[in-house]
């Protein structure tokens, strides 16, 4: 079946820093959505991106799908307390959205 | 507009023992989706409602779990016997339409225990 792998599994960031997550897929997807869980939270969606190639960005949030549909990424500038939580990114194939198992980023002040 | 409605917000069970999940997914969407959230993890899907009819149940262990959307509104999840792996966050979400393919709005989640 379909997998979706992430990494790092841990980002530990310096506030003011850039880091990047990337998330790679064993299979081309329809899409790739991108989530943010909180601590005690639950995932909320941030972005989805659909077009080869496609580049997207919220603010200090870059976010990139590859050529061939099979990767993507997420670059943070500039990191804040506000980022802290897990990234999650899910490939949608044939109606089916699986996640990987997300990016966990803690910032230091 | 009102989000996702899930409940109970925990749940401490014995293993062997039967629970349910309820889920009112936000009004007007059409897909109904159950994800599994163990501690360290991705959700995993467990099944996957399109109205009131199953479009996808294939991880869903049918042995001991089951779910139903019977009006195409609300829908229930039931584990029975629970087993101690069982132990996870259980998420509902929901979509305007699996074949438009846009995010999914998650609810709070029910996290189980079976001790």
């Known amino acids: 079946g379909q997998q979706v792998m992430q990494i790092p599994q841990y980002q530990h960031v310096q506030e003011g820093e850039d880091f990047t997550t990337y998330c790679n897929s064993s299979?081309?997807?329809?899409?790739i959505q991108w989530y943010k869980q909180r601590p005690g939270g639950h995932p909320v969606f941030l972005i989805q991106?659909?077009?080869?190639?496609e580049v997207k960005k919220q603010k200090r949030l870059t976010f990139q799908f590859g050529e061939a549909k099979k990767n993507s990424s997420l670059h943070i500038t500039a990191t804040q307390t506000t980022d802290v939580g897990t990234y999650f990114c899910?490939?949608?194939?044939?109606?089916?959205?699986?996640f990987g198992a997300g990016t966990t980023v803690t910032v230091r002040a | 507009e009102a989000g996702v409605a899930q409940s109970p917000r925990y749940k401490i069970i014995e293993k062997r023992q039967s629970v349910a999940f309820w889920c009112n997914p936000i009004?007007?969407?059409?897909?109904l989706y159950w994800y599994q959230q163990i501690l360290g993890q991705g959700p995993k899907l467990l099944i996957q409602?399109?109205?009131?009819?199953?479009?996808?149940d294939s991880q869903l262990p049918k042995d001991r779990f089951s779910a139903e959307r019977l009006k195409g509104v609300d829908s229930t999840l039931k584990i029975q016997p629970a087993k101690l792996e069982d132990s996870a966050v259980y998420l509902c979400?929901?979509?305007?339409?699996?074949?438009?393919?846009?995010?999914?709005?998650f609810g709070s989640g029910t996290r189980l225990t079976v001790v």
């Open positions: 299979t081309t997807l329809s899409n």
């Open positions: 979400a929901s979509s305007l339409d699996r074949r438009v393919g846009y995010g999914y709005t």
């Open positions: 409602f399109q109205n009131n009819g199953v479009v996808d």
């Open positions: 009004s007007g969407h059409a897909t």
């Open positions: 991106l659909v077009k080869s190639g």
């Open positions: 899910a490939g949608l194939n044939d109606y089916k959205l699986s």
